[in-house]
């Protein structure tokens, strides 16, 4: 064998490894980067963004990180499984009233909603071997990746009917209604990502029915609540109505958009079962795979997280926030969609102000993405999905001409 060494001495041990490709989200937050023009705008990541453009930190959050300065919390390990009164915080903000028998629930804290659905997919790898995941089509991209690391077979069912740019409910109950008993199905608990079409409630009791009739397991993945409608409750409807029609059923949440602790990474997975015993084992077996692979989830988060939910006053200031961040988000779609209407554009943009939530699913095709990169320094991913949180009352004007540009030509 023949060895190469680099200019500083080491031998290539990897000389065999190809390069990966770019994450297609992250991958466009690096071309953002390294262009100059100083009015480029990233409209790729889902990060929310104040009015002028910039990061934001709840005041609820700034408040809390004072009250456990002050309470001088220590920074020992958490156990396995995370912090336990965070964990029922989280389950209540989630199920709410509909929460029931919350012993017969097993949770536990995981790394964000990405940490969450990790973990559910490596215990159904281990407990429900052979199961497919169906996941929406599309989807958030990195469902495709969880689910492929953890060794779970996937299959698409139909979601989007792009002339319409709404749900395609008939695709989606005639794929669903071809699943085995005991598949799993990935739903969006609300603000899909990318295409924000939700069901509306009546379609959201259908779908449960027939997970009723055809014995499927949902797998809910709420990484919005609060954040899509500005209301906590209703956009916990899905999740609540699941758990209310006594399905067995798996949740992932993350206060990752709706508490603005993105890198905190703080999540709960809970798996509802039969009962309290169910509950215990089905814990049990969490924590091996969480032991395995992080040992403890991080304090920080979950003690902000707990002392928000925990707290009147901080729990009543938090959901004027969040109110605030999902009707700058709501505002700032009425703005685009005005904007391109008075461009000129002959195109239909009212899906633009019908979607929920982070995204529009603009229906740019992947070349005019292209073109509003290289032409306007506009940044977003090649489906056409704009992070509407990054779009500000400064920006929106350009946003639209440069649309209205790159759809006309
Ligand atoms: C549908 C969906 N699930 C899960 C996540 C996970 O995000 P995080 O790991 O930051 O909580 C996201 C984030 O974009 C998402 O859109």
């Known amino acids: 064998m023949t060895t190469t060494k680099s200019d500083f001495g080491v031998v290539s041990m990897w000389s065999q490894v190809e390069a990966a490709p770019k994450d297609p989200i992250l ?58 009164q965070y964990i029922s915080r989280s389950l209540d903000l989630a199920y709410g009233k509909e929460i029931g028998n919350a012993e017969a629930i097993a949770g536990i804290q ?13 215990f159904i790898a281990r407990f429900k071997k052979g199961a497919v995941c169906y996941v929406p089509d599309p989807t958030w991209s990195n469902h495709l990746n969880i689910f492929r690391d953890a060794g779970v077979e996937t299959k698409a069912y139909r979601y989007y009917k792009a002339d319409t740019r709404g749900l395609d409910f008939d695709g989606l109950k005639e794929d669903l209604g071809n699943a085995k008993e005991g598949d799993v199905v990935l739903l969006h608990a609300c603000a899909h990502n990318p295409t924000g079409v939700d069901p509306s409630e009546e379609q959201w009791l259908e779908i449960s029915k027939l997970f009723k009739d055809k014995n499927l397991f949902p797998f809910l993945d709420s990484a919005y609540q609060g954040f899509a409608s500005g209301d906590c409750d209703k ?12 399905h067995a059923m798996a949740l992932a949440q993350s206060f990752a958009k709706n508490m603005g602790l993105y890198g905190h990474r703080v999540g709960t997975l809970s798996i509802v079962c039969a009962s309290k015993e169910e509950a215990t084992v089905v814990e049990s077996q969490l924590k091996v795979i969480a032991r395995a692979m992080y040992s403890s989830p991080p304090l920080q988060g979950a003690n902000l997280v707990s002392t928000i939910l925990g707290d009147e006053k901080l729990n009543a200031l938090w959901l004027t926030e969040v109110k605030m961040m999902a009707d700058r988000i709501i505002d700032m779609r009425a703005k685009l969609r005005e904007a ?19 995204f529009c699913y603009s229906g740019l095709t992947p070349e005019q993405v292209d073109r509003l990169k290289d032409e306007h320094h506009i940044y977003m ?14 920006t929106v004007e350009k946003l639209a001409q440069a649309m209205h540009a790159v759809t006309t030509s």
């Open 27 to 84: 991958g466009v937050s690096e071309l953002f980067h390294a262009d100059k023009d100083p009015s480029k705008m990233l409209l790729g990541t889902g990060a929310y963004r104040d009015d002028n453009g910039k990061p934001l930190v709840l005041e609820c959050v700034r408040k809390a990180e004072k009250k456990l300065i002050e309470d001088a919390k220590n920074m020992e390990y958490l156990p396995t499984q995370g912090d336990n």
């Open 235 to 246: 956009d916990a409807f899905a999740l609540r109505m699941f758990k209310r029609d006594g």
């Open 381 to 394: 991913t090649r489906n056409g999905r704009i992070s509407m949180a990054g779009v500000t009352s400064k």
């Open 110 to 122: 995981t790394l964000s909603g990405t940490g969450a659905c990790r973990l559910f997919a490596e």
């Open 340 to 358: 391109l209407e008075k461009s000129g554009s002959t195109m239909g943009w009212k899906h633009v102000t019908d979607q929920i939530g982070m």
